[in-house]
């Protein structure tokens, strides 16, 4: 018998299950609007102009070695994240209250930031969004979290932000739960609140006393507007609230293999950072060790260059607009075709995802008769939309629903 025989299978994980199921379907009409990733109108990855000439420019640079980074990583890219997220110009950062720990990419920014909640502050409790990106719950509970719960966010009659029940479940956290909230672009909803409604959160957050922790992975993406994307994290940093935030720049630089990501920590005194600094030292030794400095040395090369930095933001308009372009043509063929049901929260949410409304039974039918291939939650892709493969799409929708009505 073998000493891995009651090891049983794990459920597969739905969207790299169905980029396979995809990938491996031979209809010259399939659609792929499950997969994460940015697409240009052709449905090709975009490596960025500005990343293509970073890279040159470190190839050309015989001073750069194959060297370990320092286990908190590249200060330079860690320091430019942090300025590009709370301003250069914030307090936080002028006082010396605010830092970034390189990390890999978002994820590993959670799983950092969770193991050092649970271990060094001792909290047990984390809330979520019902619905979320579905790594929020796994990462919190390896890193050492012992109770997962979630607040109401999807109203789905409505197809927008289930207000009073996100309101209700926040109020109703205990003391120093961990609260995730997401920067801009929630995912998979793309509904954010408003300026209003971040305050209002924030309201709660105080006197709940909870622990605020922003996963930002669209900064810029979604929006086109680095500091309209970064909005609320700076609003809650001109609170006085001390946070944690996630940083991704896996789609704002196109960077996905690349594992590049930023830990930012704000903090009310200065004298708590140097012991911080150690703790997460060790934590990151015990876990990967170092961080690796391709991506960083990327980052790191683009933000602290002028030219370069200005570039970089026309890249990301030009993906950020080609993306509320999608948004509208969508909507507005799903309107003249007459299809069933209200299209305007398409064009109301915002970022690479949109939760159509569509339900598990519709969506079964969009894969396996259209080969329109989405996740089960009714979560499409936007950048999987194209001038080409639109109209398509959105007469596969609308056949769909005349056929399968909700």
């Not at 086109?224 to 935030?245: I, N, P």
């Not at 909507?331 to 690479?352: A, C, F, N, V, Y």
Request: proline content about 4%.
């Amino acid at each position: 018998m073998s000493t891995f025989s009651l090891i049983q299978p794990a459920p597969p994980i739905e969207v790299f299950a169905l980029n396979k199921k995809c990938l491996e379907d031979s209809n010259c009409s399939k659609v792929n609007l499950g997969v994460g990733a940015y697409r240009t109108d052709e449905g090709k990855p975009w490596v960025l102009p500005v990343v293509r000439k970073m890279e040159a420019r470190l190839a050309a640079d015989q001073s750069l070695n194959k060297e370990y980074l320092p286990v908190l990583g590249l200060e330079a890219a860690a320091t430019a994240a942090t300025a590009m997220l709370l301003g250069e110009n914030s307090p936080s950062i002028l006082e010396g209250r605010a830092f970034g720990v390189q990390t890999l990419s978002g994820t590993g920014a959670l799983r950092v930031a969770a193991e050092f909640l649970a271990r060094q502050l001792k909290f047990s409790v984390f809330y979520y969004s019902k619905p979320s990106w579905e790594n929020h719950g796994l990462v919190f509970l390896n890193a050492g979290f012992s109770e997962a719960k979630e607040y109401r966010y999807w109203d789905d009659k409505n197809r927008t932000i289930d207000w009073d029940g996100l309101v209700e479940d926040l109020k109703g956290a205990p003391e120093n739960a961990v609260i995730i909230l997401h920067a801009c672009a929630h995912n998979p909803t793309g509904c954010d609140p408003t300026q209003e409604q971040w305050a209002a959160i924030a309201d709660i957050v105080q006197e709940r006393k909870l622990f605020t922790l922003f996963d930002s992975a669209y900064q810029g993406f979604a929006s086109g507007d680095l500091e309209k994307d970064s909005w609320a994290v700076r609003y809650f940093v001109s609170r006085g609230f001390e946070l944690l935030c996630c940083q991704s720049f896996a789609k704002n630089f196109g960077l996905y293999n690349e594992r590049i990501g930023n830990l930012t920590f704000v903090v009310n005194d200065v004298k708590v950072v140097a012991p911080m600094k150690s703790q997460i030292t060790l934590i990151i030794r015990g876990m990967y060790s170092n961080p690796p400095s391709h991506g960083a040395r990327i980052v790191a090369g683009v933000l602290n260059d002028p030219q370069l930095y200005q570039e970089w933001k026309d890249c990301i308009k030009t993906m950020s607009s080609r993306i509320l372009e999608m948004r509208q043509a969508l909507r507005d063929r799903l309107e003249k075709l007459g299809t069933p049901g209200s299209w305007d929260h398409i064009t109301r949410q915002i970022g690479m995802f949109s939760y159509t409304g569509l339900n598990q039974r519709q969506v079964e039918h969009l894969v396996n008769h259209h080969h329109v291939y989405l996740l089960k939650s009714g979560r499409i892709n936007m950048c999987g939309l194209t001038t080409k493969n639109i109209d398509y799409v959105a007469e596969a929708i609308h056949q769909t629903l005349v056929q399968f009505p909700n």
